[in-house]
């Protein structure tokens, strides 16, 4: 056994080839690359099968508990719910494939659906693919990842009209693609439609037919009321033309809708469904638009305006020079703000209210030798 010294402990040589394998499923995961391919050094066959391990990351999971955890929970779903649920389940049954979005606003039990939609395949043994377009949706998601890493997706998009993923046909990847029963793909409204367009051409060419991605199931959900496809220095008509609704693929979609909102419905507060309902009456493009100024005027009764920024923060943060120290309270209070410049203004602001010397700590991403 060789050990390597250091000041004060020792590290075996399992040790260090342990650390390489957890290294190179990272750079398995970000761009399918093994560790000898990047001028690293190369792990022993006998001791790590690198092939087999992200295929078998997808049978990892407890399928009596799951079970268990679907069958108390299938007789909660509401109607709307229950149809996705049924419905889904009976295309995953048949292997008839398809492309399906679920249409479902904010508090709807969108995540709920999916989550035992994913729970019950997996509670069979099946393959059920969980990718999200955003690292903070995927977390919502048991063993959800973020769409480029789990589906290899070209970081140039923008740039190439027919782009494909970058998978190779032997790569576990791909085995995973093909063996899959579904991808359900969370908060698809942020992707670009060349993103859908490229894991099209990719399954299709994977499972050698030519049937819309090549005859998978696949489900898409969000709310095109919320954020689109972000792009640098762009209109609004360069974000519409970005948008998966611009797809050639969109005609092929088969929808399902989620409107009852289940915050509302447990909670029977009518404030929350009036609330609920301007939400939704924005987002449809239902408020009244200044033909001045082409903005719109929210309801009287929608928030509570103020007149600056120093306003605001009294507002949000009143006597935060005593209540700072308190978590609880500050954990239950923010202001978003939609640019960076005001965000740094508004932290400066209030951070003077604050005693005390202020600190800046720094990230940096890159090694110091």
């Known amino acids: 056994m060789v050990r390597r010294k250091t000041d004060n ?18 750079c398995m995961l ?27 990351r997808e049978h990892h999971f407890d399928q009596p508990n799951l079970a268990e ?33 679920l249409d479902a606003p904010g508090g709807t039990g969108k995540t709920f659906v999916i989550s035992l939609i994913l729970a019950t395949i997996r509670s069979r043994s ?42 190779n046909k032997n ?29 099209d051409q990719t399954i299709k060419d994977l499972r050698g037919d030519s049937k819309l991605f090549g005859g998978a199931l696949i489900l898409l959900s969000g709310d095109f009321r919320q954020t689109l496809p972000v792009i640098p220095k762009s209109t609004a008509a360069d974000e519409v033309i970005a948008c998966l609704k611009s797809s050639s ?26 609330f609920s309902r ?5 987002g449809n493009g239902e408020i009244p638009v200044d033909v001045s100024t082409g903005l719109i005027s929210f309801p009287a009764n929608f928030c509570e305006f103020t007149s600056s920024k120093e306003e605001l923060i009294t507002k949000v943060f009143p006597d935060i020079a005593q209540n700072y120290k308190n978590l609880d309270w500050i954990s239950e209070r923010a202001i978003l703000a939609a640019k960076n410049n005001d965000v740094d203004s508004l932290n400066f602001v209030i951070q003077s209210q604050i005693a005390g010397e202020l600190h800046s700590y720094k990230s940096v991403d890159s090694v110091a030798y």
Not at 9 to 18: A, Q, Y
Not at 278 to 282: D, E, M, N, R
């Open 9 to 26: 402990f020792t590290i075996t040589e399992e040790m260090r080839n342990e650390a390489l394998i957890q290294i190179e499923d990272i």
């Open 30 to 56: 970000m761009c399918g690359s093994l560790l000898a391919t990047l001028g690293m050094p190369a792990l022993s066959s006998s001791m790590h099968d690198a092939f087999n391990r992200e295929f078998q």
């Open 69 to 101: 955890r679907v069958r108390p929970n299938v007789p909660l779903l509401n109607a709307e719910q229950k149809n996705v649920y049924d419905s889904i389940m009976k295309v995953v049954c048949d292997e008839t494939g398809g492309l399906y979005f």
């Open 126 to 167: 099946q393959i059920a693919v969980a990718v999200a377009s955003s690292g903070i949706a995927a977390t919502l998601l048991e063993g959800g990842r973020t769409a480029h890493s789990a589906l290899k997706l070209p970081m140039n998009l923008l740039t190439v009209d027919q782009p494909t993923c970058t998978m």
């Open 171 to 199: 790569s576990a990847t791909a085995k995973l693609m093909r063996e899959c029963k579904i991808i359900i793909w969370d908060e698809c409204t942020m992707a670009h439609k060349r993103a859908l367009e490229a894991v």
């Open 249 to 274: 693929l969109w005609r092929y979609v088969k929808k399902f809708k989620l409107s009852t909102n289940m915050r509302v419905a447990l909670q029977n507060d009518p404030s929350a469904a009036e």
């Open 278 to 282: 301007q939400l939704l009456a924005l």
